[in-house]
């Protein structure tokens, strides 16, 4: 076997095995591997991809549609801008968003995006996020007319850059259009942040899309955390309130920035409403409330 990219294996906590009309054989387990010598193998030639040349994929996918009549766009992507200035997403998004209503002339094309889910190790809640730099772009987008966006910081794996569970995301996805296209009276989304207020020490969190209600889901409400200066953050204690989250810590008296989620892979966010809708991870500067 010659792996070309990466450094080859097995992708841990994957179920591997073989299977056959009458059996299967789990490779689950320890394996052994030796590193060939002695034997050159020219190195393979450099791929173009041509998705990452300048209007690759508008010119070989958009282009030649642009005489059909869509409905909506559905739309998953934002992993590969994780790594290259995630700050610039919601830029280079908007933008996307406007050429293709130019394409096919329709300034109010519905535009529904699938929100990056969790991935990576879990228990880096300090450390800086390229994911949830994008997360956070995704969701600001909303402020574009017309979108919708699907939150799935709950069904992602750690170890897969493309999550199994597209079932989830499908039904997600399907909620929104029939909101958002056919105008059905539905709750879509999960919670969406609205507006905060700060009340003594304590930060007041109000939110869209809360259905019947806000829910913790599987026990007490986690996934927050505070800061007094925007660049330490310990984590928060929380509870939900008439429908809003109170949002405080013993330690810290003037409040500067609270943050839900705001990991690769959010261990223990678990603010839902009770359609089991998950609220989008967010980010608010109290200074600027």
């Known amino acids: 076997m010659v792996c070309w990219r990466g450094e ?17 054989v789990d490779l689950k ?22 998705q990452f040349e300048p209007i690759g994929v508008h010119n070989g996918m958009i282009a030649p549609l642009k005489n059909l009549v869509p409905k909506g766009v559905i739309w998953y992507q934002g992993e590969s801008n994780a790594s290259r200035l995630p700050k610039k997403y919601k830029q280079l998004f908007e933008l996307l968003i406007k050429d293709w209503r130019r394409v096919w002339q329709n ?3 519905p535009f529904i995006y699938v929100q990056l889910p969790n991935f990576k190790n879990i228990g880096c809640e300090y450390c800086y996020s390229t994911w949830a730099e994008i997360r956070d772009a995704q969701l600001k987008t909303l402020e574009v007319a017309h979108t919708g966006m699907a939150v799935t910081i709950d069904i992602g794996e750690w170890n897969d850059l493309h999550p199994l569970n597209k079932k989830d995301v499908g039904e997600r996805l399907a909620l929104i259009a029939r909101s958002l296209v056919y105008n059905e009276p539905i709750v879509c989304s999960g919670p969406i942040f609205k507006r905060a207020r700060v009340s003594a020490d304590q930060v007041i969190l109000t939110f869209e899309h809360i259905g019947s209600g806000l829910l913790a889901k599987g026990g007490k ?7 007094p200066d925007g660049k330490r953050f310990i984590p928060a204690r929380s509870s939900i309130k008439d429908n809003e989250v109170i949002v405080w810590h013993e330690c810290i008296k003037q409040p500067v ?10 261990e223990n966010a678990n603010l839902y409403n009770k359609e089991n809708l998950p609220a989008s991870p967010f980010k608010v500067n109290l200074l600027e409330v």
Do not use: C, H, M
Request: overall charge negative; proline content about 7%; glycine content about 10%.
């Open 29 to 50: 387990g320890k394996w052994l591997y030796k590193v060939g010598t002695g034997t050159a193998i020219e190195a393979l030639a450099p791929q173009i991809f041509i």
């Open 8 to 24: 080859g294996g097995f992708t841990p906590d994957k179920p591997y095995q073989i299977e056959t009309a009458n059996e299967s």
């Open 257 to 266: 920035e609270v943050r839900y989620a705001w990991e690769d892979n959010p």
């Open 221 to 227: 409400l986690e996934g927050f955390t505070i800061s």
């Open 107 to 109: 300034e109010k094309l």
